[in-house]
């Protein structure tokens, strides 16, 4: 059975950079699609990047150039950089792999 926990979030103002991390257990991770998603209050969940077991990447259109997802198959790990923060990027974010949700992390961008 898979575990997911998110960590890394927090308050930052707008311009701001923050890393989250996912760690996964219970699965083989090396050979897992990872993804992150985001809930805004009010608004439904999105995807925010995607990556494969091979390491290629996809993103929404709304944090191209500004995110970057990355993983670390030793430490059974996903990460999402997050540079150039917007008050928009407000939300909780969740990991996902195999339908499994982890619990989410809170990122809140002042201005």
């Known amino acids: 059975q898979v575990q997911l926990v998110e960590s890394g979030g927090g308050l930052v103002q707008a311009g701001g950079s923050l890393r989250l991390s996912c760690a996964a257990s219970?699965?083989?991770?090396?050979?897992?699609?990872m993804a992150w998603y985001r809930q805004a209050l009010g608004k439904r969940r999105e995807l925010v990047a995607f990556?494969?077991?091979?390491?290629?990447?996809n993103y929404g259109d709304s944090v191209k150039g500004r995110f970057t997802i990355s993983r670390d198959n030793a430490k059974n790990t996903v990460y999402l950089q997050m540079n150039s923060l917007k008050v928009e990027d407000t939300a909780v974010y969740y990991c996902?792999?195999?339908?499994?949700w982890g619990q989410g992390t809170q990122v809140t961008v002042s201005s």
């Open positions: 219970g699965s083989i991770f090396s050979s897992d699609a």
């Open positions: 996902l792999t195999r339908g499994t």
């Open positions: 990556i494969d077991a091979s390491g290629n990447t």
